[in-house]
C-alpha cells in the first residue's frame, strides 16, 4: 500500500514541479512574505504533502472541498491540476461541486465551476468525460434503508414543524438522490463533506458526517490527517475547534 | 394572497427568462458539473422559488443579504437584478447594503456597493431613487422605547465593562439610527438580518434577532421557508445549525 | 502618549486624505448607498479610528488582520498604505501575512501576498525591508519554555491520539518557530490572532488567545477598543460573540 502511495505521490510532486503557475506566485509571496514562501516549501510541500497517512488523491480531495466551501477560488486551478495528477477523475470533480453546493452554498459551487470549467478545457477534458447530469443511482442496501428511514423520522419529529422544506428537500434530494450518485463513491462523498465542514469551523455537524464517513470507509488514521492538512489549508483554529469532536467520534467507535 | 404571489413570482421567472447573465453560466455549469445545471433547473429555480410559503421579493431579500453576508459578489448581480424585477425597490437595496455594512462587516458593504452601482447604472436608476442619506427616522412608539431602553440597560450591565465602545455605538448607532432609517421597514431589516445570521453561522445571536423578526412581522410560515431558500444558498449545515434555535423561537411564542 | 497617538494619528489621516483609491469608492458608495458613505466618514473615519483608547497603528494591524482572516483582498491595499503609513513596517506586514497562513489558512495568506506585493512596489519597498525567510528566532525565557512545555503536553494528552500531525506541527511550527520570529512582537502577534479570531467568528480559542495577548502586554482597554473597531470591519455579530469570551478572560485576570 505504501508502494502505491509512493507513486502516487510522485506523480502529484511531478506535477507541482511542471506547474508554473506556482513560480509564478513563487514571486509573489517572496516579494511580500519571505517566510510564507518558506514555510511553503519545506513545510507544506515538503513535509505535509509527503506523510503516508493519507494519500496525495485524498489530499487534494480535502484540500479542494476546502478552497470551495471557503470560496477561495484564486487558489483552485492548481489544486484541481494537482487533483488530476493525483488520480481524481474529472466526472469525480464534477460530483464534488454538485455536492459542495448543497453542503457549503450554491454560490460557492457556481463560483468553482466557472474556474473548474477552465481547467477541463486546458486539460482537454471533454463533457462525456464527466459525470453524466441524470445517471442511474446506486443501490441502497436493506441496512442502508432502514438507516436513512430511521434518520428521517428522527429528523422528522425534530424539525419538521420547523421547516417542513428543509426536511423534505434532506431527504428527498440529499439522501435520496444526490449521496447515491455514482461518480463520487459514499467515502469521497463523505472526505468532501467532513473537509468542508471543519474548513469552514461548522463544527455542530461534524460529529454525525465524520461517522458516516467511517461507517463509509475513512480510517481513523486518514480521518486524522485530514485534521493535519486542514490546519495548513483552513488554519489551526477551525481545526482545534474540530478535534474534541474527532476525539469523541474516535472513542465512541473503539468502545 | 396567493395570487398576488402568483402575479409577482411571474414577474420574476420573467426576469430570470431575459436575463442573459444566466445562460451565459449555465454554459460554465454544464462544461464543469452537468448535475449543478440540473439541480439549478430542475430544483432550485423550477421547485424552490416557486413554493408558496415565502413571496419571490423576500426570497430576493434573503439571497442578497446572504450573498453579501458571504461576500459572494459574484453571483450578486444576477439576484440584484431579480430582486428588482420582484418588486424589491432600489431604495431598498440601498439600505439593505447599508445595514449589512453593521451587520456583516463594512468591507462586505463596500463591496456590494460596488456591485450594485453597476446593476443601478445598467437598469438607468438615478440617484434619487436611493434612500437618502439624512432621512427622518421613523417614530418609535412608547412600547418600542421602552423596551429600547430595557435593552440598552441589559446590555450595558452585562458588557459595558468589556467594551464601552461597542455598547455605545450598539444604542447610538444601530437601534436609535439605523434601525429608524425609514426606506427600509423594520420587518425588511429583520429578514435581512436573520439571513445574515443564519447565512454565515453565526447562530449566537439569531435567538433574540429572530423573536425581533416576528415582533416585527415576519411570519412563523415565512421563517419556516427562509431555512429552505437558505439551505441552498448557505448550505445545509448553516441551516441544520439555526433550526434548533428557530425551532426554540417558534415553541417559546406559541406557549 | 496621548499626544504622540494624536501625531501618528495625523499621519493616518492624512494618508487617508491622499488615497485616490477612497474617492474612487466614495463614488461606489454614493452611487449606491448614499447612508453608507455618510457612515463612512461621520462614524468610522470621522470618529471611531480617532478615538484615543487604541492607536491608528492598532487599528491598522487589527483591520488588516481582520480583512485578510475574512478573504476580503478588494479592501486590503487602501488598509495596507495606511497601516504604512501609521507606522506599521513593512517587515511587520510581511509576519502578519505570515502568522496568518497558519491562523487563518494557506490560501488567505497568498491571496494577501499578491495584493501586497503591489502596495509594496507602488511604495518602493525593496526585499531587504522585509523580514527574511529564517531569523535568528526569539530567545525564551525560563518561564515561558516552562509554559510552553505544559501546554505541550496538555495539548498532547487531549489530542495526541486525535491527530498526532496536528499536535506536533502545532509545537514545532507554531510555538517554537512562527511565534519567536522577531520581525512582529508577540504583542502584535497576538494581536493579530485575536483579530483574527473574532473577525471570523472563531470564538471557541478565543479565550486562551486574548489571556495570552494581555500577558504579551495587550491592555485591556486595548482589547476592549479592538472589539469596538472589529464591531464595524467585522460586523456586530461577530463581536457580540466575543463579548462573553472577553468578559470571563478580564474578569479572571482582575481576580
Known amino acids: 500500500m505504501r508502494t502505491g502511495l509512493n507513486v502516487e505521490f510522485l506523480g502529484a510532486i511531478l506535477a507541482m514541479v511542471s506547474l508554473g503557475s506556482w513560480a509564478a506566485d513563487v514571486n509573489d509571496l517572496t516579494s511580500a512574505a519571505p517566510a510564507l514562501e518558506k514555510y511553503t516549501q519545506e513545510r507544506l510541500l515538503g513535509e505535509v504533502w509527503k506523510r503516508p497517512q493519507l494519500s496525495a488523491r485524498d489530499r487534494s480531495i480535502t484540500t479542494v472541498a476546502a478552497l470551495i466551501a471557503r470560496n477561495q477560488v ?85 424539525f419538521g414543524a420547523v421547516s417542513e422544506g428543509v426536511v423534505q428537500y434532506t431527504t428527498e434530494v440529499l439522501f435520496l438522490d444526490l449521496w447515491l450518485r455514482p461518480d463520487l463513491s459514499p467515502r469521497d462523498r463523505s472526505l468532501v463533506t467532513v473537509s468542508a465542514l471543519i474548513a469552514t469551523g461548522q463544527v455542530q455537524q461534524l460529529g454525525s458526517h465524520l461517522s458516516r464517513a467511517m461507517d463509509n470507509g475513512l480510517t481513523q488514521s486518514e480521518a486524522s490527517e485530514v485534521l493535519t492538512q486542514l490546519a495548513f489549508y483552513a488554519g489551526w483554529p477551525n481545526v482545534f475547534s474540530a478535534l474534541p469532536i474527532a476525539k469523541d467520534v474516535f472513542e465512541k467507535r473503539t468502545k
Open 74 to 158: 484564486n487558489e483552485l486551478p492548481r489544486y484541481l491540476r494537482l487533483a488530476l495528477d493525483s488520480g481524481v477523475k474529472p466526472a469525480e470533480l464534477s460530483e464534488i461541486i454538485t455536492h459542495l453546493a448543497f453542503y457549503s452554498g450554491w454560490a460557492n459551487a457556481t463560483a468553482a465551476a466557472a474556474v473548474t470549467k477552465d481547467v477541463f478545457v486546458e486539460r482537454k477534458i471533454s463533457s462525456n468525460q464527466l459525470a453524466p447530469a441524470k445517471p442511474k443511482l446506486l443501490e441502497m442496501s436493506e441496512a442502508a434503508l432502514k438507516s436513512e428511514k430511521e434518520r428521517e423520522v428522527r429528523v422528522g419529529q425534530q
